[in-house]
């Protein structure tokens, strides 16, 4: 296997494992958010970051 094959799977795999990876940090992201919206009483950071959101609509 020669050299440039070589650099080009490290390339594909590095990327490979890096969108794995930020995949998983979005979805846990994204479950923790649906949890946190489904509680009765929503947290503080959840209810600061919807009166920013809404402040910057406007």
């Known amino acids: ?3 440039s094959n ?3 799977l490290g390339f594909v ?3 490979g494992c890096a969108l794995a990876v930020m995949y998983s940090i979005y979805m846990g992201g994204y479950r ?6 489904a509680l ?3 947290p503080e950071r959840l209810l600061k970051t ?5 402040s910057a609509k406007g």
């Not at 923790?32 to 919206?37: G, Q």
Request: no cysteine.
């Open 32 to 37: 923790a958010a649906l949890r946190d919206s």
């Open 13 to 15: 795999f590095g990327v």
């Open 50 to 54: 919807r009166s920013k959101l809404d």
């Open 40 to 42: 009765p009483t929503a």
């Open 1 to 3: 296997m020669g050299d």
């Open 6 to 8: 070589r650099i080009f």
